[in-house]
């Protein structure tokens, strides 16, 4: 089965504090997403990466970066943690779709981090 | 502008009733369609997709979903629904047009799905 990890269940972090949520996948998958989860607004796509060193910006981009230094593991960062970033931060991978194939798009989910910043 | 709507908010089911959750969608192409469910604090669970062929697909735990190009719909049901379906269910659409073939996903806002005994 594939396992999508995500250090943290709960953090509480302080408004100005740096944040870093991590999320690891041991199915080799090119792509990596970051989501957030907010009631009433369903998921929002924050950035994603379909290789090392690589990424680009989703939806919602302001707020936040990334990095990609090795395929398995995927970072979110908040340079400087703000109290309309307390969401549910979501992270997913998928195996990469090639043009002219059957898209294995099936995104897995790893549980998430409930982020509250004060 | 591609997007993707659940008009319920929440769905309210007698235990062994059928179920249905509604889900729209608007693609310039050919869309890839699925559906996820989410237990309480937990991630997101795939359930079932459509990409291309037979419009019923069957899922997991006895949920099946009907592509209706005609409608844009791809509205989730089940025969026969569980006090253990009770969760939050998001359909989702893929853009072909954003992000080239790397699969990304809209999402709708989610529907609670609540099953009473």
């Known amino acids: 089965d594939v396992k999508v990890t995500q250090s943290s269940r709960y953090l509480v972090k302080r408004t100005g504090e740096k944040v870093f949520l991590e999320c690891v996948q041991d199915?080799?998958?090119?792509?990596m997403f970051w989501y957030r989860q907010d009631p009433g607004l369903g998921l929002r796509l924050i950035y994603f990466?379909?290789?090392?060193?690589?990424?680009e910006k989703g939806d919602i981009p302001e707020g936040y970066s990334v990095s990609r230094e090795k395929k398995e593991r995927f970072s979110l960062i908040l340079e400087s943690a703000s109290t309309n970033q307390t969401s549910m931060y979501l992270c997913?991978?998928?195996?990469?779709?090639?043009?002219?194939?059957?898209?294995?798009?099936?995104?897995?989910f790893g549980a998430g981090t409930r982020l509250s910043v004060l | 502008a591609q997007s993707v709507a659940q008009p319920e908010d929440q769905v309210n089911v007698a235990e062994g009733n059928p179920l249905t959750v509604k889900c729209t969608y608007s693609?310039?192409?050919?869309?890839?369609l699925f559906w996820y469910v989410q237990y309480p604090n937990r991630g997101l669970q795939f359930l079932l997709k459509?990409?291309?062929?037979?419009?019923l697909v069957k899922g997991s735990y006895g949920f099946e979903a009907e592509f209706n190009k005609s409608q844009t719909s791809f509205h989730l049901k089940k025969p026969s629904a569980l006090v253990s379906d009770s969760a939050l269910y998001f359909c989702?659409?893929?853009?072909?047009?954003?992000?080239?073939?790397?699969?990304?996903?809209?999402f709708g806002k989610g529907t609670k799905l609540s099953v009473k005994p």
């Open positions: 990466s379909y290789d090392v060193k690589m990424k």
């Open positions: 989702a659409v893929r853009d072909p047009n954003y992000g080239g073939s790397q699969g990304n996903l809209i």
């Open positions: 997913a991978s998928s195996l990469y779709s090639g043009l002219g194939t059957l898209a294995k798009n099936i995104q897995y």
């Open positions: 199915m080799d998958h090119e792509n």
């Open positions: 693609v310039s192409g050919n869309p890839y």
């Open positions: 459509y990409i291309t062929g037979d419009n």
